[in-house]
């Protein structure tokens, strides 16, 4: 479905108020999803938006279907060099300070920019983009219900499917055609370079005890050193922990959810490690109110995990341990607010976050939970509605 | 697997003869595929290649992984600030001309490492990190194999899935999984900017004549605006075109392939353009010679669709329409040669090409095939191993 017509005008004011903060005079918007979040499509090559007034879409294709997604001016941009002149056509005035996405702009592009710009001054404007995204609507709200739905009709097949000898990679089979029949979008986005993702992570046993180069505590073997990360032809023994790490995407929003299996009882090391995960999501939950920072809230994780004896264990090991403890999530699986030490967001009414304390054992795999969470003034309250159980098989 | 040793020197060679040329001091890789491409390894935060001598790899995260998958020098980079003084201590000279991938490279990670490497010459060195990937080797040609096996175990089976009323959606999960269940690594990788891609394209009927912002003559209606791409919920009937535009993938390696099936006979004028997509393609692999250029096989095409009257539906219609009828493949799914209208490649010996000769009928969809072709002295060579015929179910 298109995004409502109400719904876009309020994220555009919203956003139009963070740009006027950095007194800059419009953003050249050139992502998908930034532009998705702000026009309704992902048809248009940038989307311009001015500090005050209406935003234009600039196309190379395709104009047709573009207008069938979004209201806003379109305008055609037969090649890079006349998007100056397209933009002064559209009745813009000349901008002076310039906001660009330059932690996904590639540098080609902003350097073929700043000459189409002479003596324009270019900024970074990232951090509206993200910022803007944080605060999720009614409607938002929706897209994430729907998501949780489709994530949790998938875990509730996923005992029947759990037998010992049975592939890793064969469970992550069924489980995203179970996703893709519930309407999974397939694609997962992680904004950032190299942050590349296909569903997210069903591990077993050591598998979830191997890290890779990716910004998550848990990576896994993969098919190859070529796609480093997630399932593999490992088979699935009794006693060991299996994790499946998928989130539901509905409408591009995304639930981030974590559930621990295992095929009779874990190891009493591990059943305690998460015991304690389960006790470090409870306290972070009550935390989760508007004005505490992302600081705040990873430190009380480590707290308790150390207090358990299990610091070392805590969202990874070695120099593969993070030292975060969850993020926003929207139409992005790493949205803002970020909950790491040193993370200067504050959580707001109405953000939506994932927690997912996690403990990683070298060789034994990694057990913990993952939900995603609403921010309210009355604390968080539970998005995702699958049971937070081990499930014994 | 591991790429094998004397496979790795090669490729070195060949990428530090091409920056040699370009007298660069050295290139500063930081893009996954081309580390994994020179390295081994895609645990690596970035690849120093210097003009001569060894390479050097430095890591975020994770030590122990990259080390198992690649034997070059690996060197802790404990934050981005730190990069000058761990490549000196690792022995390389300071460069005073040093190529990166402006192509992907994000913009506030170049502006950062102009500022870390100050008076230091920052040249685009994205050129010969996608040429040096044209010439492929026997190695590769084995995993080319393997992924061309991968995809024709697939086709075999489709046959078998159709039937009218059914959801192209449906028909796009139960192959995911088949090809998944064969080796293929799930996610599929695009060189550049916002080029993202769930497999490929199953699209049936008027599905097949929707574009998208995608680089790639089919887009399709997808799920959503969010993912706007790709099936949807449409039931396919008789007598339309269904195309099954989904790679192999083994190790890496892509083999880019297209097949049509219909429900019963299609109308005679999408047979016909059929008909005509198979003469293209017969006529253009007769020329995939050493010393052709990409934009003398595409004006070839485009000659012969202009023939047969079908000129304005080659490769899309509209501003929708594509001025290209094939590309590389390799590690990516669109890496050079790139086969179009004024591109300056020219073929050479081992080269891998895709050839797509597709038409794209508004409110009908697309007819056409696409095979994966290695270049010899004596002509192109079908890597693709599966009929070419047009599957009447």
């Not at 944080?134 to 005992?159: G, I, T, W």
């Not at 029949?181 to 069903?202: A, D, V, W």
């Not at 969202?315 to 949205?335: I, S």
């Amino acid at each position: 479905m298109n995004i409502p017509k109400m719904e876009l005008e309020r994220r555009r004011e919203s956003f139009q108020h963070l740009i006027r903060e950095q007194e800059l005079d419009g953003v050249l918007l050139a992502q998908l999803t930034s532009m998705y979040y702000l026009s309704g499509t992902m048809q248009c090559q940038f989307l311009y938006v001015p500090a005050e007034g209406d935003l234009a879409g600039l196309i190379r294709k395709n104009m047709e279907r573009a207008g069938q997604e979004t209201d806003i001016a379109l305008f055609a941009l037969k090649g890079l060099g006349r998007l100056p002149g397209v933009l002064a056509e559209a009745g813009f005035a000349p901008p002076r300070r310039l906001g660009l996405e330059l932690d996904v702009l590639p540098a080609s592009l902003y350097l073929r920019l700043a000459s189409l710009f002479p003596g324009v001054e270019l900024l970074d404007a990232s951090n509206p983009v993200r910022e803007v995204r944080q605060v999720k609507s009614p409607y938002e709200l929706e897209q994430f219900a729907e998501a949780a739905r489709q994530v949790d009709a998938m875990h509730r097949l996923v005992p029947g499917l759990l037998y010992p000898g049975k592939e890793e990679l064969e469970l992550a089979v069924e489980v995203e055609a179970i996703l893709r029949r519930n309407g999974h979008q397939g694609l997962t986005r992680m904004r950032g370079f190299n942050q590349e993702m296909f569903f997210g992570h069903i591990l077993s046993g050591e598998s979830g005890g191997v890290p890779s180069f990716l910004d998550s505590p848990t990576g896994g073997f993969g098919p190859s050193p070529a796609q480093p990360q997630g399932s593999a032809r490992r088979k699935i023994a009794a006693g060991e922990p299996v994790t499946v790490d998928y989130g539901g995407i509905h409408n591009g929003y995304v639930v981030d959810q974590t559930r621990l299996y295992s095929l009779g009882p874990l190891p009493a090391g591990l059943a305690r490690a998460f015991a304690v995960a389960l006790e470090i999501q409870d306290e972070l939950t009550a935390m989760l109110l508007p004005g505490i920072s992302g600081d705040e809230i990873y430190t009380r994780a480590a707290v308790i995990a150390a207090r358990a004896g299990l610091a070392e264990y805590f969202m990874g090991y070695g120099d593969g341990q993070a030292r975060f403890v969850g993020h926003g999530v929207g139409l992005e699986f790493n949205e803002f607010p970020v909950l790491a030490k040193g993370s200067p967001h504050v959580l707001a009414k109405n953000h939506v976050v994932a927690l997912e304390p996690k403990f990683i054992f070298p060789g034994l795999g990694m057990v913990g939970l993952e939900n995603t969470w609403l921010v309210t003034d009355r604390g968080a309250e539970k998005i995702s509605i699958t049971s937070d159980d081990h499930v014994i098989v």
